[in-house]
């Protein structure tokens, strides 16, 4: 893990403020969704990116009933329906 040497505080609503040098190093943008999750202990912030459920790809994602899949997965499945 690579550390930045940047501390913040929360603020009465436990928010705090990514520095702009961190977003434009991640190139995060107003809006951007962010995913949040723990490990041993640690909060770790990734820019959101949809992959599928099944195969976990990130590219020719779609919506479906409020599940992601790929194009590749969805069409293994239409195989396996007809």
Known sequence: M?????VRKLDELGRI???MELRKTLDLKVKDS???TTDKGSIIL???SPACIFCG???KVANF???NI????LNEIK???D
Do not use: A, F, H, M
């Open 2 to 6: 690579e550390t930045t040497g940047i």
């Open 17 to 19: 403020v990514l520095p």
């Open 34 to 36: 962010i995913e949040i």
């Open 46 to 48: 990734r820019k959101y």
């Open 57 to 59: 790809k990130e590219t």
């Open 65 to 67: 009933k409020g599940k």
């Open 70 to 73: 790929c194009s590749k997965c």
């Open 79 to 81: 195989l396996q329906l």
